[in-house]
Each structure stands twice: as structure tokens, then as C-alpha cells.
T-cell receptor, first 115, second 113 residues
Framework: AQKVTQAQTEISVVEKEDVTLDCVYE???????LFWYKQPPSGELVFLIR??????QNEISGRYSWNFQKSTSSFNFTITASQVVDSAVYFC????????????FGTGTRLTIIP | DAGVIQSPRHEVTEMGQEVTLRCKPI?????LFWYRQTMMRGLELLIY????????DSGMPEDRFSAKMPNASFSTLKIQPSEPRDSAVYFC???????????FGQGTRLTVV
């Protein structure tokens, strides 16, 4: 069975601070994909990133970066120099093994950026 | 492409009524998913299709729920009869293949009173 844990239910930071959202996953499969989605107040789910289990390279996209560590089964997401527009609920998700189309979502972390 | 399109955006209905939610996936995407989001259960997969064929409906909560995909550009999720506990946001998503991320629609917020 697959499981994704996002222990941080809510986080509030002051604008321009850096913030890291934690994600820990469980799977017995050796091949899997990890995802992050953003759900802004408007409600839609916006895809942010997908990583496969063979690629542990960290990724940076503008102010966003992701740290994938198989040794700790974690896929953490850092926002640098946060902005008010980053306020949203962020979901980590897992699909395992390769070819399994079903996403297992974490419970989400509500991030509030205080101006 | 306009993305995944869902209608209606909001639906309020009385208990016992039939509700139909609609979805138009992104053109060329072979997979279509229906997810439900509630405070209690979070985001959960209800059913998904591959090339218009239902592959896994194990997440459908009960027989009151049914989903169809008559062609590659349209799918429906029907609840009959609806109950207050069906109140949730229902998302439709599509993806081009099994190893690609899913793109979500804006969701339908269903309230059953």
C-alpha cells in the first residue's frame, strides 16, 4: 500500500522568508513517481513537479526547489523569498509502481504568507 | 489548449435528486480520472478511464455513483440519489499516458442539502 504523510497541517511565514514543506512517503515498490501540486484559494489543482525514483537530483525552478532523498523517503519542497501569491494548500502525491496511474495524495499543507 | 473543463462549477441540490457532473479532458489525453476532495478524507480517486474504458472503479463509494465516458472528449459522473454526505469538490483530471502527470480541472463544488 502507498502512503504519503505531510505532517505540517498549516504554516505561516512572513513574506520574503524561506519555507520548507515536508513530505514523507511509503511504498514497497522500487519504481515510483513523486509529485507536488498547488491548490490556491481559487480551488484548482496546479501541477508543480514530477520526479521518478531513479532521479535523486535536486531540482530548482525559480524560487522553488525540491529535495528528494530516498534514504529518508522524503521529497521536500522549499520556497525561497516567499510571496503572498504563494499562499495555497500544497499537496505531495505518489504513484507506484511505474505505470500505476493512480495518485495517492497527502493531506496537504496550508501555507499562508503574511505580507 | 483550454485545459480540463468541468461543469458546473457549483451545484446545489436537494437530497434524493440526481446530480450529473461533466468533464471535457485535454484533447489527446488517453487517461481520465475522477477525484473527490473532502475535509475528512482529503483527495481520493474514484475511478479512471483509459481510452474511454473504465479501468479501476474501486474508489467509487457505492452503487449510487456511476461514471461514463462515451467518447474521448467527454465524461460524466452521476450520483443518484444524492445524499448530504456526497457534498465535496469533485475533480476531473487527464493525462496523455501512464507515466505523465495528471492535469486537473477547476473542480465542481457539490452541496447536497
Amino acid at each position: 500500500a502507498q502512503k504519503v504523510t505531510q505532517a505540517q497541517t498549516e504554516i505561516s511565514v512572513v513574506e520574503k522568508e524561506d519555507v520548507t514543506l515536508d513530505c514523507v512517503y511509503e511504498t514497497r515498490d522500487t519504481t515510483y513517481y513523486l509529485f507536488w501540486y498547488k491548490q490556491p484559494p481559487s480551488g484548482e489543482l496546479v501541477f508543480l513537479i514530477r520526479r521518478n525514483s531513479f532521479d535523486e537530483q535536486n531540482e530548482i525552478s525559480g524560487r522553488y526547489s525540491w529535495n528528494f532523498q530516498k534514504s529518508t523517503s522524503s521529497f521536500n519542497f522549499t520556497i525561497t523569498a516567499s510571496q503572498v501569491v504563494d499562499s495555497a494548500v500544497y499537496f505531495c502525491a505518489l504513484s507506484a509502481p511505474f505505470g500505476n496511474e493512480k495518485l495517492t495524495f497527502g493531506t496537504g499543507t496550508r501555507l499562508t504568507i503574511i505580507p | 489548449d483550454a485545459g480540463v473543463i468541468q461543469s458546473p462549477r457549483h451545484e446545489v441540490t436537494e437530497m434524493g435528486q440526481e446530480v450529473t457532473l461533466r468533464c471535457k479532458p485535454i484533447s489527446g489525453h488517453d487517461y481520465l480520472f475522477w477525484y473527490r476532495q473532502t475535509m475528512m478524507r482529503g483527495l481520493e480517486l474514484l475511478i479512471y478511464f483509459n481510452n474511454n474504458v473504465p479501468i479501476d472503479d474501486s474508489g467509487m463509494p457505492e452503487d449510487r455513483f456511476s461514471a461514463k465516458m462515451p467518447n474521448a472528449s467527454f465524461s460524466t459522473l452521476k450520483i443518484q440519489p444524492s445524499e448530504p454526505r456526497d457534498s465535496a469538490v469533485y475533480f476531473c483530471a487527464s493525462s496523455p499516458n501512464r507515466d505523465t502527470e495528471a492535469f486537473f480541472g477547476q473542480g465542481t463544488r457539490l452541496t447536497v442539502v
